[in-house]
T-cell receptor, first 110, second 115 residues
Framework: SQQGEEDPQALSIQEGENATMNCSYK?????LQWYRQNSGRGLVHLIL?????REKHSGRLRVTLDTSKKSSSLLITASRAADTASYFC??????????FGGGTRLMVKP | KAGVTQTPRYLIKTRGQQVTLSCSPI?????VSWYQQTPGQGLQFLFE???????NKGNFPGRFSGRQFSNSRSEMNVSTLELGDSALYLC??????????????FGPGTRLTVT
Protein backbone atom coordinates (compact mmCIF):
# COMPACT_ATOMS: atom_id res chain seq x y z
CA SER A 1 0.00 0.00 0.00
CA GLN A 2 1.15 3.54 -0.56
CA GLN A 3 2.52 5.61 2.27
CA GLY A 4 1.14 8.90 1.17
CA GLU A 5 -1.15 10.92 -0.92
CA GLU A 6 -0.12 13.54 -3.43
CA ASP A 7 -2.12 16.58 -4.22
CA PRO A 8 -3.13 17.54 -6.80
CA GLN A 9 -3.26 14.38 -8.90
CA ALA A 10 -2.90 16.52 -12.01
CA LEU A 11 -1.74 20.08 -12.60
CA SER A 12 -1.71 22.12 -15.80
CA ILE A 13 0.13 25.45 -15.96
CA GLN A 14 1.68 27.83 -18.47
CA GLU A 15 5.41 28.03 -19.05
CA GLY A 16 7.00 30.48 -16.64
CA GLU A 17 4.50 29.87 -13.86
CA ASN A 18 5.34 28.12 -10.61
CA ALA A 19 4.10 24.62 -9.83
CA THR A 20 3.44 23.40 -6.30
CA MET A 21 2.83 19.77 -5.41
CA ASN A 22 2.03 18.43 -1.98
CA CYS A 23 2.65 15.09 -0.36
CA SER A 24 1.25 13.71 2.88
CA TYR A 25 2.42 10.57 4.61
CA LYS A 26 1.28 8.46 7.51
CA UNK A 27 4.19 7.18 9.59
CA UNK A 28 7.40 8.66 10.95
CA UNK A 29 10.20 8.86 8.42
CA UNK A 30 13.97 9.06 8.17
CA UNK A 31 13.79 11.19 5.07
CA LEU A 32 11.61 12.07 2.12
CA GLN A 33 12.62 12.17 -1.52
CA TRP A 34 11.11 13.56 -4.70
CA TYR A 35 11.41 11.86 -8.07
CA ARG A 36 10.41 12.75 -11.61
CA GLN A 37 9.19 10.28 -14.22
CA ASN A 38 8.78 11.03 -17.89
CA SER A 39 6.06 9.07 -19.64
CA GLY A 40 6.50 5.57 -18.23
CA ARG A 41 10.28 5.68 -18.09
CA GLY A 42 12.63 5.34 -15.15
CA LEU A 43 12.59 7.64 -12.17
CA VAL A 44 15.00 10.53 -11.83
CA HIS A 45 16.00 11.55 -8.31
CA LEU A 46 15.37 15.24 -7.68
CA ILE A 47 16.01 15.97 -4.03
CA LEU A 48 16.28 14.31 -0.62
CA UNK A 49 15.27 16.05 2.59
CA UNK A 50 16.05 14.51 5.96
CA UNK A 51 13.60 14.43 8.81
CA UNK A 52 15.55 17.08 10.75
CA UNK A 53 15.53 19.51 7.83
CA ARG A 54 12.72 21.95 7.07
CA GLU A 55 13.63 23.29 3.64
CA LYS A 56 15.99 22.44 0.84
CA HIS A 57 16.79 24.02 -2.52
CA SER A 58 18.21 22.66 -5.73
CA GLY A 59 18.22 24.93 -8.75
CA ARG A 60 14.59 25.80 -9.52
CA LEU A 61 13.34 23.27 -6.96
CA ARG A 62 12.37 24.04 -3.40
CA VAL A 63 11.22 21.33 -1.01
CA THR A 64 9.74 21.83 2.42
CA LEU A 65 9.08 19.25 5.09
CA ASP A 66 6.74 19.57 8.07
CA THR A 67 7.09 16.45 10.19
CA SER A 68 4.44 17.64 12.66
CA LYS A 69 1.89 17.66 9.85
CA LYS A 70 3.50 14.73 8.06
CA SER A 71 3.59 16.65 4.83
CA SER A 72 6.00 17.94 2.22
CA SER A 73 5.75 20.22 -0.75
CA LEU A 74 7.73 20.55 -3.95
CA LEU A 75 7.86 23.93 -5.68
CA ILE A 76 9.15 24.24 -9.22
CA THR A 77 9.76 27.87 -10.12
CA ALA A 78 9.69 29.36 -13.61
CA SER A 79 8.47 26.11 -15.11
CA ARG A 80 9.45 24.97 -18.59
CA ALA A 81 7.76 22.66 -21.08
CA ALA A 82 10.54 20.15 -20.32
CA ASP A 83 9.26 19.93 -16.73
CA THR A 84 6.19 18.09 -18.01
CA ALA A 85 6.29 14.76 -16.17
CA SER A 86 4.90 12.88 -13.20
CA TYR A 87 6.35 13.77 -9.82
CA PHE A 88 6.46 11.34 -6.92
CA CYS A 89 7.32 11.70 -3.29
CA UNK A 90 8.85 8.70 -1.54
CA UNK A 91 9.44 8.14 2.12
CA UNK A 92 12.10 6.11 3.82
CA UNK A 93 10.92 4.78 7.16
CA UNK A 94 12.26 2.09 9.42
CA UNK A 95 12.02 -0.59 6.77
CA UNK A 96 14.78 0.95 4.66
CA UNK A 97 12.67 0.74 1.55
CA UNK A 98 11.08 3.57 -0.39
CA UNK A 99 7.31 3.94 -0.21
CA PHE A 100 5.90 6.09 -2.98
CA GLY A 101 2.90 8.36 -3.20
CA GLY A 102 0.49 8.22 -6.10
CA GLY A 103 2.17 11.03 -7.99
CA THR A 104 1.21 14.36 -9.53
CA ARG A 105 1.00 14.63 -13.31
CA LEU A 106 2.34 18.04 -14.30
CA MET A 107 1.65 19.52 -17.73
CA VAL A 108 3.50 22.70 -18.63
CA LYS A 109 2.09 24.36 -21.72
CA PRO A 110 4.46 26.35 -23.92
CA LYS B 1 29.74 6.30 -15.40
CA ALA B 2 27.13 4.12 -17.04
CA GLY B 3 23.71 4.21 -15.47
CA VAL B 4 21.54 1.36 -14.29
CA THR B 5 20.71 -0.97 -17.14
CA GLN B 6 17.78 -3.31 -17.36
CA THR B 7 17.14 -6.07 -19.86
CA PRO B 8 15.00 -6.73 -21.67
CA ARG B 9 13.19 -3.43 -22.09
CA TYR B 10 9.97 -5.01 -23.30
CA LEU B 11 8.58 -8.48 -22.80
CA ILE B 12 5.35 -10.21 -23.71
CA LYS B 13 4.48 -13.44 -21.94
CA THR B 14 1.48 -15.72 -21.62
CA ARG B 15 -0.36 -16.53 -18.40
CA GLY B 16 1.25 -19.41 -16.55
CA GLN B 17 4.72 -18.81 -17.96
CA GLN B 18 7.65 -17.54 -15.96
CA VAL B 19 9.93 -14.61 -16.64
CA THR B 20 13.38 -13.42 -15.57
CA LEU B 21 14.37 -9.77 -15.60
CA SER B 22 17.92 -8.53 -15.25
CA CYS B 23 19.43 -5.44 -13.70
CA SER B 24 23.01 -4.19 -13.75
CA PRO B 25 23.66 -1.49 -11.14
CA ILE B 26 25.96 1.48 -11.45
CA UNK B 27 29.57 0.42 -11.04
CA UNK B 28 30.47 0.39 -7.35
CA UNK B 29 26.86 0.25 -6.16
CA UNK B 30 26.17 -2.80 -4.06
CA UNK B 31 22.51 -2.36 -3.19
CA VAL B 32 19.82 -3.20 -5.72
CA SER B 33 16.10 -2.72 -5.20
CA TRP B 34 13.18 -3.71 -7.37
CA TYR B 35 9.85 -1.93 -7.74
CA GLN B 36 6.65 -2.70 -9.59
CA GLN B 37 4.64 0.11 -11.16
CA THR B 38 1.04 -0.36 -12.28
CA PRO B 39 -1.70 2.18 -13.00
CA GLY B 40 -3.84 0.77 -10.20
CA GLN B 41 -1.34 0.22 -7.39
CA GLY B 42 1.31 2.75 -8.32
CA LEU B 43 4.92 2.15 -7.36
CA GLN B 44 5.42 -0.69 -4.92
CA PHE B 45 8.59 -2.06 -3.38
CA LEU B 46 9.39 -5.66 -4.23
CA PHE B 47 12.73 -6.44 -2.58
CA GLU B 48 16.22 -5.16 -1.87
CA UNK B 49 19.51 -7.02 -2.16
CA UNK B 50 22.90 -6.25 -0.73
CA UNK B 51 25.96 -8.48 -0.86
CA UNK B 52 23.91 -11.27 -2.41
CA UNK B 53 21.45 -11.23 0.50
CA UNK B 54 17.83 -10.19 0.44
CA UNK B 55 17.53 -7.51 3.10
CA ASN B 56 13.91 -6.46 2.70
CA LYS B 57 10.87 -7.81 0.92
CA GLY B 58 7.62 -6.09 0.07
CA ASN B 59 4.14 -7.50 0.27
CA PHE B 60 4.18 -9.69 -2.80
CA PRO B 61 3.40 -13.41 -3.19
CA GLY B 62 6.12 -16.02 -3.29
CA ARG B 63 5.86 -16.16 -7.09
CA PHE B 64 8.09 -13.10 -7.05
CA SER B 65 11.69 -13.87 -6.23
CA GLY B 66 15.09 -12.45 -6.88
CA ARG B 67 18.76 -12.89 -6.38
CA GLN B 68 21.97 -10.94 -6.54
CA PHE B 69 25.29 -12.10 -7.88
CA SER B 70 28.76 -11.40 -6.57
CA ASN B 71 29.22 -8.61 -9.13
CA SER B 72 26.04 -6.94 -7.72
CA ARG B 73 23.99 -7.68 -10.83
CA SER B 74 20.50 -8.77 -9.89
CA GLU B 75 17.72 -10.78 -11.42
CA MET B 76 14.10 -11.07 -10.49
CA ASN B 77 11.88 -13.93 -11.43
CA VAL B 78 8.11 -14.17 -11.61
CA SER B 79 6.65 -17.65 -11.91
CA THR B 80 3.17 -18.68 -12.99
CA LEU B 81 2.44 -15.29 -14.51
CA GLU B 82 -0.98 -13.71 -14.02
CA LEU B 83 -2.60 -10.93 -16.01
CA GLY B 84 -2.17 -8.63 -13.02
CA ASP B 85 1.60 -8.99 -13.22
CA SER B 86 1.59 -6.75 -16.28
CA ALA B 87 3.58 -3.76 -15.14
CA LEU B 88 6.70 -1.68 -15.46
CA TYR B 89 9.42 -3.28 -13.33
CA LEU B 90 12.02 -0.82 -12.15
CA CYS B 91 15.39 -1.57 -10.71
CA UNK B 92 17.32 0.91 -8.61
CA UNK B 93 20.85 0.87 -7.27
CA UNK B 94 22.47 2.80 -4.47
CA UNK B 95 25.87 2.96 -2.90
CA UNK B 96 24.89 1.27 0.31
CA UNK B 97 21.79 -0.45 1.61
CA UNK B 98 19.01 1.46 3.17
CA UNK B 99 18.70 3.31 -0.09
CA UNK B 100 16.45 5.91 1.42
CA UNK B 101 19.40 7.53 3.12
CA UNK B 102 21.15 7.89 -0.19
CA UNK B 103 19.97 8.52 -3.68
CA UNK B 104 18.55 5.58 -5.52
CA UNK B 105 19.37 5.59 -9.22
CA PHE B 106 16.68 4.00 -11.34
CA GLY B 107 16.99 2.12 -14.59
CA PRO B 108 14.64 2.62 -17.55
CA GLY B 109 12.50 -0.34 -16.52
CA THR B 110 11.24 -3.50 -18.15
CA ARG B 111 7.70 -3.32 -19.50
CA LEU B 112 6.11 -6.73 -18.98
CA THR B 113 2.83 -7.55 -20.67
CA VAL B 114 1.04 -10.78 -19.75
CA THR B 115 -1.60 -12.00 -22.18
Amino acid sequence: SQQGEEDPQALSIQEGENATMNCSYKTSINNLQWYRQNSGRGLVHLILIRSNEREKHSGRLRVTLDTSKKSSSLLITASRAADTASYFCATDNAGNMLTFGGGTRLMVKP
Amino acid sequence: KAGVTQTPRYLIKTRGQQVTLSCSPISGHRSVSWYQQTPGQGLQFLFEYFSETQRNKGNFPGRFSGRQFSNSRSEMNVSTLELGDSALYLCASSLIPGGGSYEQYFGPGTRLTVT
